[in-house]
Each structure stands twice: as C-alpha cells, then as structure tokens.
C-alpha cells in the first residue's frame, strides 16, 4: 500500500516539475505582451496629453462664462422678488380695505335682519329675509350687484317703515285660526285688522292678534282709520314697537285688584253692598214719610191717621181741652212711638260706615304680616316677592274707603232727614196744631 | 302770563290723579254750599224774618198755647237755617277721607312700578309719589277751609235764632 502511495507521489512530483517550467514560459510571454502593451499605452497617452490641455482650457472657459450667467441671473431674481414683496404689500394693503367692507356688510346684514324680524314689514315682505339671511351667513366676497341689492333693500325698509301699508296676510286670532284677512300697518309701530290690535311674533313669523286688547274706544278709532281714505284721523300707537301693548297684559284689571285684596276684601266688599242697599232702602221709606208729613202738614185739621203727624194730630184734638201739661204726655207718648219706628236701623248705616275702614286697617296689618313674612324668608332683594302683601294691605285700606265715603254721605242724609221728621213731630207738634187750631177759630 | 298759571294749574292736576279730581269736586261742592249759606242767612233770612213778625203782630193766640207756638217758631226757622248744614260737614270729614284714599292709590301705582322696574329706578316711581301725597295735602287743606267757615256759620245761627228768640216774645 505504501509502495503504491509512494509510487503515485513522485509522479505526482514529476507531473508538477513538468508543469512549472510550462508556467514559467507562460508568465514570461504575459509579462512581455503586457509590456508592449503598457509602451502602446503610454504612447498613446503622450500623444493625448496635449489635447487634453486643450480641453482643459475649454472647460474653464465655459465655467467662467456660466459663472458669469448665474450672477446675472442672481441679481435678476432679487431685482423680480423685490418687485414681487412690493407688490404683495400693496395687495394686503388693497385686499385689507376689501375685506373690512366685506365684514361690515356681513354685520349691518345681520343686525338689519334682528331688527327686520321683529317688526311688522316682516309680515309685509317675507321674501326680504332671504336676502338678509343670505349676506349674513356669507362666507363668500358678494358681487356688486348683490351688494346694489342689499342697499337697495335696506333703503327700501327704511321707506316702508315710514309710511302706512294696507295688505293681505295670515293673522292667527285669539281662538287659534289663521285667517288671510287686510291687516292696516303704522310704520313699524302698530298694525291692526279689523280693529283687532295685533303683534308680530318671531317665532312663528306671523301675526298675532294680542290677547289683551286696549280700551274700546282705541279700537273703534282703529277701525275707522281702516275704513278711511286719505283723512287726517287719530289713532293709537306704541312707540316701542309692541312692548308696551305686552305689558297691557301685566297690568292687573279692576277685578284682578278686588282678588288682591283677599278675604278681608271680600268682607268689606259684602258689608258695602249690604250697608248699601240698607240705606237705599232706609233713604227712601224715610222721604215717603217725609212726604206723607209735607203733605198733612199743609192741611193738618183734616188728619189722616195712617201718617205718623196725623196720627199725633188726632191724639191732640181729642185731648183738646185737657190741661197743657196732661196734652202733652199723651202727645210724648204717641211721638217716642213714633220716632222709634223713623230712627230704627240708622245706627247700622253707621256703624258699617265707620267698620269699613276699620276693617280696611286690619287688612292692611295682615298684609305687612305677609310681606315682612315674605322679607323673613327670602330677603328684601327682590320687591316683587313683597308685593303680593303690599298689594293685598293697601287694596283693602282702598276698599274699606271706597265703602266708607259713599256710607258716610248715606248716613248723613239719613240721620239729618230723621232729625228733621223728629223735630217736627216732637218739637213743633204742639205749638204747630196750636197755632192751625187758633187761625181757623 | 294767566297761560302760564293754567298750565301750572293743569301740571298739578295731572300729577295728584283721578283722585285729585274728587277733591276739587268735593271742595266746589263744600263752597258752593258755605257761600249758598252766607248768602241766605244775609238776605233771604231778613225777608222771612219780618215776614213772620208783621204775621205775628197781626194775628193772636190764645194763651194756653203761647209758649209752645214760640217754640214752634224757633224750632221752624232754625231748621231753615241749618239745611244743608250736615251735609256740609260731612263733607268736611270725607275731604281727608278721600285725600287718603290718594294715598293709598298712589302707592299701588308705585308698587305697580316696583313690580315691573325693580327699585332701582326711583325717577318712575316718582309719578305714584306725587300720585299718593298731592291730593292728601289737597285734601287737608280742604278740610281746614272748610271747619273754619262751618264753625263760623254754626255761630252766626246761634246768635239768629237766639235773636229772633228774643224779637218774637216782644211781639207775641
């Protein structure tokens, strides 16, 4: 086996002895080829070696002249930016008036259509709105003759606000319908429809009759101004455009006062009617005995006994020779009757005459109870939780007056007509008929 | 110049009110009937005065009766004199009746303004204060003029009847 390896070595050995030498010739023609080849080349660069110069110079040429048109170029671009940040400043400053007016057209719109909405030309002319809403929300520059439009609708509403407008529109009544009816307009104060006084609500963008009419002499006058042409007439207005017509409805009536006055009010309202009706009664069954007595009194020797005079002259002439003192106890006697029947009941009209206003008093105590109650509790910053004591404290101390004075005058007349039927019964009876008695002897 | 009194006059008119209105009503009314007074008492008075003299000089009585029909007489004329004369002061007392009645319709008036303005503006509640204390004042006033005369009148038909008292028993 290791005659074998050996044996394969050496030829091994042999065969790389062989191909060396093969090698070395092999290099050795290489390197000659290459060197001819480096001579060729060298030659070869030699001989370019001065056209190369001359590209060389070539080049710097062109560089320097692009150089040179880069410069101009340069100053030729800071000269056009210059130019252009001029312009641009003279564009802000000619954009920044623009915009301005854009925005105060933007504004005057929008504050027009608050005050257009809430007036009666809104119910004249809806489709103004439209144009109104449309500037306001713009977000876009208007044309000149959008902006022309809206001048011209402006100076429009000016004039209708000053003049007085008949026309057709929708107006919702008290009951709830909505009727096309003439509505007749004041400028932008008052309009009104068949002598309904009516209000423009927002809201609903129609108009309203108001729920709490002015008094009907106003109305009337409103009619007739609808009715007339051309005339000079009077008519009601509300300077403030519908706020104070509104505040007609706040404003308590006669009857809602009388409920402000509350129980006592009610007693004193009661006792009035019925102190008022008893001297009614009082003040004419006395002028019927007044009467009756005028009359006897005239011709008293002809006594008619259902009158309290006849009735004393009866008792005189069948005592008539009786001694003076005796004629006249019996004549006391018949007259005390008498005067009991005049003089009953006047004390009651006296009596309610002088409780009223005490009862008026009362209530004006329970009243501040009420409104100091009211203070206790929530304060004395807001009046109008107080006022509901005030109001009832000073409607009674009215009432309790108002139920006074007119029983005062009653009182009075009763008790002086009462006064003067007594006086002639009791004080005069006697000399009277004495002195008849002696001019008829 | 009268233009500017009257307008004066109406100013205040128009700041006491309706109530106001009651109070000049009542004060015509109280001085009609004081002057109406006066001006019996000076004149028709005299007339009726010796009228019922002459008619008592003329006719005669029987003595039994003398005294009572003297009486009579008094008590006839007196009446005469005081007609009217209740009625007058009873205006005297309502005056300030009604000057109160002002009042308290002038405080509602500014209660009512309260209600709506709050109290912050005094300048309009001004109205319901000139509302409430013009007719009270006017009302007072009233009242006192008219005490004066009425007490004076009550004297003057005492001092009358006393007199004509005093002429009739020399004649009967």
Same mark, same amino acid.
């Given at each position: 086996?290791?005659?074998?390896?050996?044996?394969?070595?050496?030829?091994?050995?042999?065969?790389?002895?062989?191909?060396?030498?093969?090698?070395?010739?092999?290099?050795?023609?290489?390197?000659?080829?290459?060197?001819?080849?480096?001579?060729?080349?060298?030659?070869?660069?030699?001989?370019?070696?001065?056209?190369?110069?001359?590209?060389?110079?070539?080049?710097?040429?062109?560089?320097?002249?692009?150089?040179?048109?880069?410069?101009?170029?340069?100053?030729?671009?800071?000269?056009?930016?210059?130019?252009?940040?001029?312009?641009?400043?003279?564009?802000?400053?000619?954009?920044?008036?623009?915009?301005?007016?854009?925005?105060?057209?933007?504004?005057?719109?929008?504050?027009?259509?608050?005050?257009?909405?809430?007036?009666?030309?809104?119910?004249?002319?809806?489709?103004?709105?439209?144009?109104?809403?449309?500037?306001?929300?713009?977000?876009?520059?208007?044309?000149?003759?959008?902006?022309?439009?809206?001048?011209?609708?402006?100076?429009?509403?000016?004039?209708?606000?000053?003049?007085?407008?008949?026309?057709?529109?929708?107006?919702?009544?008290?009951?709830?319908?909505?009727?096309?009816?003439?509505?007749?307009?004041?400028?932008?104060?008052?309009?009104?429809?068949?002598?309904?006084?009516?209000?423009?609500?927002?809201?609903?963008?129609?108009?309203?009759?108001?729920?709490?009419?002015?008094?009907?002499?106003?109305?009337?006058?409103?009619?007739?101004?609808?009715?007339?042409?051309?005339?000079?007439?009077?008519?009601?207005?509300?300077?403030?455009?519908?706020?104070?017509?509104?505040?007609?409805?706040?404003?308590?009536?006669?009857?809602?006062?009388?409920?402000?006055?509350?129980?006592?009010?009610?007693?004193?309202?009661?006792?009035?009617?019925?102190?008022?009706?008893?001297?009614?009664?009082?003040?004419?069954?006395?002028?019927?005995?007044?009467?009756?007595?005028?009359?006897?009194?005239?011709?008293?020797?002809?006594?008619?006994?259902?009158?309290?005079?006849?009735?004393?002259?009866?008792?005189?002439?069948?005592?008539?020779?009786?001694?003076?003192?005796?004629?006249?106890?019996?004549?006391?006697?018949?007259?005390?009757?008498?005067?009991?029947?005049?003089?009953?009941?006047?004390?009651?009209?006296?009596?309610?005459?002088?409780?009223?206003?005490?009862?008026?008093?009362?209530?004006?105590?329970?009243?501040?109870?009420?409104?100091?109650?009211?203070?206790?509790?929530?304060?004395?910053?807001?009046?109008?939780?107080?006022?509901?004591?005030?109001?009832?404290?000073?409607?009674?101390?009215?009432?309790?007056?108002?139920?006074?004075?007119?029983?005062?005058?009653?009182?009075?007349?009763?008790?002086?007509?009462?006064?003067?039927?007594?006086?002639?019964?009791?004080?005069?009876?006697?000399?009277?008929?004495?002195?008849?008695?002696?001019?008829?002897? | 110049?009268?233009?500017?009194?009257?307008?004066?006059?109406?100013?205040?008119?128009?700041?006491?009110?309706?109530?106001?209105?009651?109070?000049?009503?009542?004060?015509?009314?109280?001085?009609?009937?004081?002057?109406?007074?006066? %001006?019996?008492? @000076?004149?028709?008075?005299? #007339?009726?005065?010796? =009228?019922? &003299?002459?008619? /008592?000089?003329?006719?005669?009585?029987?003595?039994?009766?003398?005294?009572?029909?003297?009486?009579?007489? %008094?008590?006839? @004329?007196?009446?005469?004199? #005081?007609?009217?004369? =209740?009625? &007058?002061?009873? /205006?005297?007392?309502?005056?300030?009746?009604?000057?109160?009645?002002?009042?308290?319709?002038?405080?509602?008036?500014?209660?009512?303004?309260?209600?709506?303005?709050?109290?912050?503006?005094?300048?309009?509640?001004?109205?319901?204060?000139?509302?409430?204390?013009?007719?009270?004042?006017?009302?007072?006033?009233?009242?006192?003029?008219?005490?004066?005369?009425?007490?004076?009148?009550?004297?003057?038909?005492?001092?009358?009847?006393?007199?004509?008292?005093?002429?009739?028993?020399?004649?009967?």
């Amino acid at each position: 086996m290791i005659k074998i390896i050996l044996a394969s070595a050496l030829l091994v050995t042999s065969l790389f002895s062989l191909d060396l030498n093969n090698l070395l010739n092999n290099v050795k023609q290489t390197s000659n080829k290459e060197l001819q080849e480096e001579k060729q080349r060298l030659e070869e660069f030699l001989n370019n070696k001065q056209k190369q110069q001359e590209l060389l110079i070539q080049t710097k040429k062109e560089l320097k002249e692009e150089n040179e048109t880069t410069k101009q170029l340069k100053k030729q671009i800071e000269k056009l930016e210059e130019e252009l940040s001029q312009k641009e400043s003279e564009l802000t400053v000619k954009i920044g008036d623009l915009g301005e007016m854009f925005g105060s057209v933007r504004q005057t719109s929008a504050d027009f259509l608050t005050n257009y909405q809430r007036t009666f030309t809104a119910s004249q002319f809806p489709q103004k709105e439209e144009i109104f809403t449309k500037f306001s929300n713009s977000k876009k520059l208007p044309t000149i003759e959008e902006l022309t439009s809206f001048w011209h609708t402006m100076l429009d509403e000016i004039i209708q606000s000053g003049n007085i407008s008949k026309y057709e529109a929708n107006v919702i009544s008290n009951n709830g319908e909505k009727k096309l009816q003439e509505v007749t307009r004041i400028g932008l104060f008052s309009a009104f429809s068949n002598g309904e006084f009516l209000k423009y609500s927002t809201d609903i963008n129609s108009l309203i009759e108001l729920s709490i009419q002015p008094s009907s002499t106003f109305k009337s006058e409103a009619k007739e101004f609808e009715q007339s042409t051309n005339e000079i007439k009077s008519i009601l207005i509300d300077p403030t455009k519908g706020t104070l017509f509104e505040m007609l409805g706040n404003n308590p009536t006669l009857l809602d006062r009388v409920h402000q006055g509350g129980i006592v009010g009610y007693i004193i309202i009661f006792l009035g009617v019925l102190g008022l009706i008893f001297a009614i009664y009082k003040i004419i069954s006395l002028n019927l005995i007044y009467s009756k007595i005028k009359k006897q009194q005239k011709d008293i020797s002809n006594y008619d006994e259902s009158n309290s005079l006849g009735k004393i002259a009866s008792v005189f002439y069948k005592n008539i020779n009786d001694s003076i003192s005796n004629l006249e106890i019996k004549i006391g006697e018949e007259i005390l009757k008498e005067t009991n029947n005049i003089k009953k009941g006047q004390s009651f009209v006296k009596l309610l005459a002088a409780v009223t206003p005490l009862l008026g008093l009362l209530g004006t105590v329970t009243g501040m109870i009420a409104t100091f109650q009211a203070i206790t509790l929530f304060g004395t910053g807001d009046p109008k939780l107080m006022a509901g004591g005030i109001s009832t404290a000073l409607i009674t101390t009215v009432l309790g007056l108002i139920t006074a004075i007119p029983l005062l005058f009653a009182y009075t007349y009763i008790s002086s007509k009462s006064e003067n039927i007594v006086s002639i019964l009791e004080e005069q009876s006697i000399g009277m008929l004495a002195k008849t008695l002696k001019q008829n002897d | 110049m009268i233009d500017i009194y009257l307008d004066n006059l109406f100013g205040f008119f128009d700041k006491g009110g309706f109530v106001l209105y009651i109070v000049f009503g009542i004060a015509l009314f109280l001085w009609t009937l004081l002057i109406e007074r006066y %001006i019996y008492i @000076s004149f028709e008075y005299k #007339k009726y005065k010796n =009228s019922l &003299i002459n008619e /008592l000089k003329e006719a005669s009585f029987s003595k039994k009766f003398k005294e009572e029909i003297k009486k009579y007489l %008094i008590e006839d @004329s007196n009446i005469k004199l #005081k007609s009217g004369l =209740s009625f &007058i002061k009873t /205006l005297i007392i309502v005056c300030p009746l009604v000057g109160l009645l002002g009042t308290v319709t002038g405080m509602i008036e500014v209660f009512d303004v309260m209600a709506i303005n709050g109290t912050s503006n005094v300048k309009s509640m001004a109205n319901g204060v000139s509302m409430a204390t013009i007719p009270t004042m006017a009302g007072m006033v009233v009242a006192l003029s008219g005490i004066l005369f009425e007490k004076k009148l009550e004297l003057s038909i005492k001092y009358h009847t006393d007199k004509l008292y005093l002429e009739i028993s020399k004649v009967l």
